[in-house]
């Protein structure tokens, strides 16, 4: 598995960008795809994850209401659609694959793409 992250960058608070992964590599049906971010000094923390095969997602508390994931079945692509952002969301974000079971912590996943650096100015 290969997971490709882009769409990073810098923005005023209050901004939106939108993440995507592009994956590769077998057949996506039955994973579930996330993304983590990791600010310098801390620990690599959930932000959403979808399964592949349906709508089902979940969002951590910081970013529900802000933060939008998807996926398009055809582009093997992920999204994260962040809006409304804030300096607390600065980070390198990363986005991970699992096959089958429904994790909300960077332990629970086996495939991880490069992070992309995301970058809220006050």
């Known amino acids: 598995v290969q997971l490709q992250a882009s769409g990073g960058g810098l923005v005023q608070a209050g901004g939106s960008l939108r993440l995507s992964c592009a994956a590769s590599?077998?057949?996506?049906?039955?994973?579930?795809m996330g993304w983590f971010r990791q600010a310098p000094g801390k620990e690599r923390e959930f932000v959403a994850a979808i399964r592949w095969n349906d709508n089902g997602a979940y969002y951590a508390a910081s970013v529900k209401g802000r933060f939008t994931i998807s996926r398009d079945n055809a582009k093997n692509v992920v999204y994260l659609q962040m809006n409304s952002l804030k300096p607390e969301d600065t980070a390198a974000y990363y986005c991970a694959a699992e096959y089958g079971s429904f994790p909300l912590n960077a332990k629970g996943y086996d495939y991880w793409g490069q992070g992309t650096q995301v970058t809220v100015s006050s």
């Open positions: 590599g077998r057949t996506f049906s039955n994973y579930v």
